[in-house]
Structure formats: structure tokens, C-alpha cells
């Protein structure tokens, strides 16, 4: 049973064909690549967290894919999730804080600076950006435009994420402008 991250798929989203660059004709050619690219990787008992924007608007395409796909499905919602209604996720969250095999992770849709539990060695998860964001020491983009369009292992992330140490991080806050007192 493997654990598997991704977001930012865009089922059904033919203009993020050109945002993205992804090398396909049509949103049903890209559709049909991003199933078989998940199937490909997950088995029916695997757990698969989707960060965010799993589709753009349609109901019935997001049903459709949904339904297509192996695996339990765990929705972080993300800006594209209005049709997070579909039914077919085991759960839907705004964020999630949990630890698998022994690793701390945190699970939102866009990227932050700080998070719950970076200072204790918490990974943090997002999407949002596509690849065009550099991770921060203890972040990972799990996009499928990061990842050759399909699901990232917790294995490939804890092998890929620059480990956060805090005794480097600046010990002083950057303040703009100073306090004015009396």
C-alpha cells in the first residue's frame, strides 16, 4: 500500500495546455494522458492526496475522471475546486497536518514560508504554481507539471526535499521600519 502525492491536474482545462506547455493537441487528449499516467503509477489499495485544482468547472468531467482513477483519493481543496462535491474522495480537507511512516507533513494547496511544524522538521506539500516556483528548503511542489504529469511517491519526496535546518535560518527578524517609542 503506497502513499502518493499530486495536484494541479486541470481535468478539462484546455487553456492550461498553453499556460503549462503540456504537449498535447486537445483537453481530451491531455485528460486521457493524465488517467493513464496515474493508473500507470497507483494500484487500487494506494492513497493518493490530490493538493488542489484536480479540475476547471465541469462536474461531469471531474465525475468522470474521479471515477476513472485506482486508488483511495484525499482532496486538499485548491482555487479550481469548485466541483470538490463530486463524489469518489474519501475525504476533502482545507489543509492537513499528519505524519506518515514516521514523516511530518503538511498538505495545502498553495506554497508557504512558514507552516505548522517546520521548526520540528514538517515537510511541507503544495501545488498551486506549477513548477515555476524554486522549493524552499523543506518544500516540495507535488504538481503533476513538476513530476512528468503523474503521482510522486512519499519516497521520491523525502529523497528530493532539501531538508530544512533551522540553525541556518536568520535568527533575527527583517523588520522594515523600527519601532518608535515615547
Known sequence: MGVFFTSDLHFGHKNIIDY???PFASVEAMDRALI???NARIEPEDTVFVLGD??????ARATYALSQLNG?????QGNHDKVSTVNGWKEIHDSL???INGTGLFLYHYPLRDW???WKGVIHLYGHVHGNLEPLPGTMDVGVDTWGGA???LREIVKAVTPFDPSKERKQAYVQKAWKHG
Open 151 to 153: 503521482p510522486v511517491s
Open 54 to 59: 484536480f479540475a476547471f468547472e465541469s462536474h
Open 97 to 99: 497536518l499528519l505524519r
Open 20 to 22: 503549462c506547455k503540456r
Open 36 to 38: 493513464r499516467a496515474w
Open 72 to 76: 483511495e483519493k484525499i482532496l486538499i
Open 116 to 118: 505548522p511544524g517546520k
